[in-house]
């Protein structure tokens, strides 16, 4: 069983940048390739961001792709992602999974979610 813990999360203005954390605990994640989501409201919960086990391949949905870095430091099971200039359309739950597919495709755990919200 793993538990995944969000924060960062929080209201800013169109521009600035966020770093959101996602903290493991139970199994170690070092065998997940580790993903962030998020749902606006209104619209379905779509894939961001997804970096391998090892670090070594990350990939980016078009709609964050240079703008936002995912990382991890498997030594202390916490994923990050920093989001730099925000835009009113990232506003949105972001959540954090694990997955034991390429890709972070079909996630086996899922955290709470942490909101961001980028106001104008």
């Known amino acids: 069983q793993v538990r995944l813990v969000e924060s960062g999360g929080g209201l800013v203005q169109v521009g600035d940048s966020l770093r959101l954390s996602c903290a493991a605990s139970?199994?170690?994640?070092?065998?997940?390739?580790m993903g962030w989501f998020r749902q606006a409201p209104g619209k379905e919960r779509e894939g961001i961001s997804c970096i391998s086990s090892s670090g070594g391949s990350t990939n980016y949905a078009d709609s964050v792709k240079g703008r936002f870095t995912i990382t991890r430091d498997n030594a202390k099971n916490t994923v990050y992602l920093q989001m730099n200039s925000l835009k009113p359309d990232d506003t949105a739950v972001y959540y954090c999974?694990?997955?034991?597919?390429?890709?972070?495709?079909?996630?086996?755990?899922w955290g709470q979610g942490t909101q961001v919200t980028v106001s104008s």
């Open positions: 999974a694990a997955s034991l597919a390429r890709l972070c495709v079909s996630p086996s755990y």
């Open positions: 139970g199994r170690t994640v070092s065998v997940f390739a």
